[in-house]
């Protein structure tokens, strides 16, 4: 059977190759093509490279993987290369009688229960956290980030979904932008994930049940180090909260929940499970609001959407609190992120450089790319 060439070496490229991985086809791939290969070089241990110098290579197809293929499929045409548009579309074409690749393709509903049971198989069997670098010492100031994952770890309530997300790729949210940035080089990185997507109310594993016993543990991996933590939304509310709790130096919280009672009853009309459940259980529900419980020397850069009234409205919330940094992005979109270049450049700046962003950009509106 004919190899494939992975179009795009960035978090779509990435992803592709792993879920190919995980179904036991990654022996397929001949290559990766990027318009960057000379700086990337590898990827998974695979090779990049130019177009130019694949474009003749015979008896390959090409998956072409940005979001954007218009261009792409316009090149390969005219140059009379056989291409995939969509991952689904190769495993339909090339692969259908792979059962872990037609699970992962598939987008079929199913029920509440199957789908709750699956949950509980990966709580149970699962870390859900990953430790980069975790001896890492350095040669100056001891960094450790920790990253937390949001309600976006996945889109959808199907076994394809999950399969892709927790099993093919063991996606956490965050880690493409850590590697862009070069802190998984320089610095230890913890990153966290609550694959319930329920702000964390039952921890991230059955062994971590609770927020208590995911501090405690990340109290013991961070010994001896700075903390930084980062997160989005429901990530944001527990970058925060266990910031404050580590006593974290910074804290980078982009649209994070700080009252949930507030965020369930204003945008989700109640519905939330783990509200109703814990609305009397002290050990779940004594972080609900964390309005309160930022304390420490933390400094804390938080960053919401501006025409967004449940952003206004938890930013509110701690608009009063010195040790928090408010930046209004002009967007009305919740978890509204700046631009990945600008994320990278906060996580390196240095205590001078990081004070000299705030007095430019604090209180300002700025579109996501101005920062």
Known sequence: ??????????????????????????????????KNAERIKTICGIGVYKYSDLKEEGNVDWLLTPDDKEAIEIACEQDGLRYFSSFSDYINN?????????????????????????????????????IVNPRYYGKRKKICYIFFSGNGLYRINTIGELRRTIYAEDRFEWEYIANLS??????????????????????ISEKFDDIEKVVDFLREETDGYSVYTVGNSAGGYMAMLAGSILRAERVYSFSGIVDLYEYNNAVHGDTYYFMKKYRDNFRRNRYFNISNKLSGN?????????????????????????????FPIDSNEHGKMICVDAISNLFTYDEAELLDFCEKNRDIVKRPCDY
């Open 182 to 203: 070069g802190v998984t080089n320089t610095c230890k990185c913890i990153f966290i994930r609550d694959i319930y997507k329920n702000f964390y109310v039952n921890g």
């Open 1 to 34: 059977m004919r190899k494939i060439i992975l179009y795009g070496a960035g978090r779509n490229g990435v992803r592709y190759a792993k879920w190919l991985s995980f179904c036991g086809l990654g022996n397929y791939i001949y290559a990766f093509c990027d």
């Open 298 to 326: 933390m400094q804390i850069l938080f960053f919401y959407a501006a025409k967004n009234e449940e952003d206004i409205r938890q930013a509110n919330k701690v608009r009063n609190n010195k040790k928090v940094e408010l």
């Open 94 to 130: 090339e692969h259908a009688d792979n059962i872990l690749a037609r699970e992962l393709i598939s987008e079929q509903p199913i029920s509440v229960d199957e789908f709750d049971a699956e949950l509980r198989r990966v709580y149970r069997t699962k870390d859900n956290y990953k």
